[in-house]
């Protein structure tokens, strides 16, 4: 049977997604940041970069655990609003932070390592977000496609360990993110494995 078209879908999930930034914009104009604002902001903008990253890596798992094909259906704006969210999480550092002078932003990269694996992560992303289109994946083609978006895995996995080496002492929180990711990446190699032993036990044609 086919599953129904949902046509408000995708809007519902852009509306939730852009609401914590909408709410970081109030809390903003309000004054109710604290008293680091760009911290704040470059919290909030990261944990969230993760949160949508994440969640666009859950949607293959949650059709094969459970047959549902709506996180199919919304899987690249999830992704789309992951990579706006890191965009935002850098600009915020080299814009309201560093001013964009370039020499202390390049001695950051060079000194912390956690701001380097980020900086990795999102030039991750950067691909993913360009060949989202289904334009893209005709260009490429299925299969290189769907091998190229595996690097959302290490972006996010990059984007754990951003996390906790910014957060150094309660690490609680990215580490759930990280055992999160892990089952993802279980489910995804259970499934590979069981496609595998399909494809072999197939019968030939004569």
Sequence with gaps: MASPPLPWLNPAVLV????????????????????????AVL???????????????ACTPLKLLFGWTWPIRVRKLVGLMAFGYAVLHFLTYAVADQGLALR???????KRKFIAVGLIALVL??????????????RLGFPAWK???????????????????????????????????TV??????????????????APRPA
Excluded at 125 to 138: F, G, H, I, Q
């Design 125 to 138: 992303l950067v691909p993913l977000a360009v060949t989202s289109t289904n334009a893209a994946v005709r």
């Design 184 to 201: 993802l990446l279980g489910i995804r190699a259970v499934e590979a494995v069981r496609k595998r032993r399909r494809t072999r036990e």
């Design 104 to 110: 202390p932003i390049l001695e950051d990269i060079t």
């Design 43 to 57: 919290n909030q903008t990261g944990l969230l970069a993760l949160v949508f990253l994440v969640g666009s890596l």
């Design 147 to 181: 091998r190229l978006h595996r690097l959302g895995y290490l972006a996010a996995a990059l984007g754990v360990i951003h996390f906790v080496w910014r957060v150094k002492q309660d690490v609680t929180e990215p580490f759930i993110y990280g055992a999160v990711l």
């Design 16 to 39: 939730g997604g852009l609401a914590p930034l909408a709410l970081l914009a109030v809390q903003g104009a309000q004054g109710t940041l604290g008293p680091n604002v760009i911290e």
